[in-house]
C-alpha cells in the first residue's frame, strides 16, 4: 500500500468527525486506499492547533506537519517557475486559487500545498475536496 500525505484546511471549530468524513471521502479516490495510508497530515500553522484536527489525528496516531504562509507561498512559487519551463505537470492538476484561503491567510490554498510540501518527492494524486467546511488533498508517495 502506497503511503501519503494528506493535506487538510477546514473553518474554524470543525469538528473531529466532520475532518475525519472528508479523509475518508479523499481517501474513497485512492483505489485501495484507507486511513493506514496515511503517513502524515499536513497543514497551514494557523490551523495546526484546531482542536477538531488535533483530535482527528490524535485517534489515528498521525503525525501532524505545520507549514507557514511563507512556505507554501514558496512552493506554489517554485511549481509555477517549473510549469512555466514545461518541466512539473503538476501545477496544472492543482485546484485554482481559493479566494477564502487567499482573504484570511494571504495564499492561495492550504490543502493541495501543504500536501505537497509534506511529500517533496511525491506528486498530487488528489485534488481538493471541500466537504462541509473541510478540505482535504492527498499526495504520494512518502
Do not use: Y
Not at 477564502?100 to 495564499?107: C, D, H, L, N, Y
Amino acid at each position: 500500500m502506497m503511503r501519503v500525505a494528506l493535506g487538510i484546511g477546514c473553518r474554524a471549530g470543525r469538528p473531529a468527525d466532520a475532518i475525519e468524513a472528508a479523509i475518508r471521502a479523499a481517501l474513497a479516490r485512492l483505489p485501495g486506499a484507507s486511513f493506514a495510508a496515511v503517513g502524515v497530515v499536513a497543514t497551514l500553522d494557523a490551523k495546526a492547533r484546531e482542536p477538531g484536527l488535533v483530535e482527528c489525528c490524535a485517534r489515528h496516531g498521525w503525525p501532524l506537519a505545520a507549514f507557514s504562509r511563507d512556505e507554501i507561498a514558496a512552493h506554489l512559487a517554485r511549481l509555477a517557475q517549473l510549469a512555466r519551463l514545461g518541466r512539473d505537470a503538476s501545477l496544472a492538476a492543482r485546484a485554482p486559487p481559493c479566494a477564502a484561503a487567499r482573504a484570511r491567510f494571504g495564499v492561495d490554498g492550504v490543502c493541495e500545498p501543504c500536501a505537497l510540501l509534506a511529500a517533496p518527492n511525491g506528486a498530487l494524486i488528489v485534488r481538493k475536496l471541500a466537504l462541509d467546511g473541510v478540505t482535504a488533498a492527498l499526495a504520494g508517495p512518502l
